[in-house]
Structure formats: structure tokens, C-alpha cells
């Protein structure tokens, strides 16, 4: 049974930082893809960043400059330093874990940012 764990969201002022934790468990075959994303209220879920197993990252535009994915492969997680907060930062992010069988879903953290 895969897991995911979640860990760093709370509230922060404009031009804060905070740090995403996203750990995997279980038995999970082959991760290849792994990454964050958020969704605002009303709004559909969209991308943040994601690593590959390589080290290649990819960015939205929004956040490029300001968020920085990086993932520990011994130990299956992924991190999401978010730096320069801003209040269209807000909302729930997910973690994401593709692996060669099938895709995980984190179950999501608050990140709120007040002006």
C-alpha cells in the first residue's frame, strides 16, 4: 500500500517562505516523475513544479524565481522551497508520484498567504 505524506503548509505573510515534505512509502515500482501542484479556491488544480529521477525540473511560470523542487531518491521525497510568498500563492497543494505503474496523489496541505 502507497502513501503519501504531506508536511509544511500553515500560514505565512506576503514575502515569506515556507517548505514543502512530500515522502513516499510503500511499494512503489520504479518513480520516475514526482511534483507539486496547488489549486485555489474556484479555481482547477494546476502545476507547480516537477523533478524528474535526473534532476530535470520544470516550472510555471508564476513561480519561476521564487520555487525551487528538489527530491531525495534514497529516501523517496520530494521538497517544495517556496520563497517571495505571495497572496496568489494561496491554496491547498498536492504531491504527485509517477511511477512506471501508476500515478499517487498526496492528499493535500493549506498554504495561505495574507497581505
Known amino acids: 500500500q502507497v502513501q503519501l505524506v504531506e508536511s509544511g503548509g500553515g500560514l505565512v505573510q506576503a514575502g515569506g517562505s515556507l517548505r514543502l515534505s512530500c515522502a513516499a512509502s510503500?511499494?512503489?515500482?520504479?518513480?520516475?516523475?514526482m511534483g507539486w501542484y496547488r489549486q485555489a479556491p474556484g479555481k482547477q488544480r494546476e502545476l507547480v513544479a516537477t523533478i524528474t529521477g535526473g534532476g530535470t525540473t520544470n516550472y510555471a511560470d508564476s513561480v519561476k524565481g521564487r520555487f525551487t523542487i528538489s527530491r531525495d531518491n534514497a529516501k523517496n521525497t520530494v521538497y517544495l522551497q517556496m520563497n517571495s510568498l505571495k497572496v496568489d500563492d494561496t491554496g491547498v497543494y498536492y504531491c504527485?508520484?509517477?511511477?512506471?505503474?501508476?500515478?499517487?496523489w498526496g492528499p493535500g496541505t493549506q498554504v495561505t498567504v495574507s497581505s
Open positions: 504527485k508520484v509517477v511511477s512506471q505503474l501508476m500515478d499517487y
Open positions: 510503500g511499494s512503489i515500482f520504479n518513480i520516475n516523475r
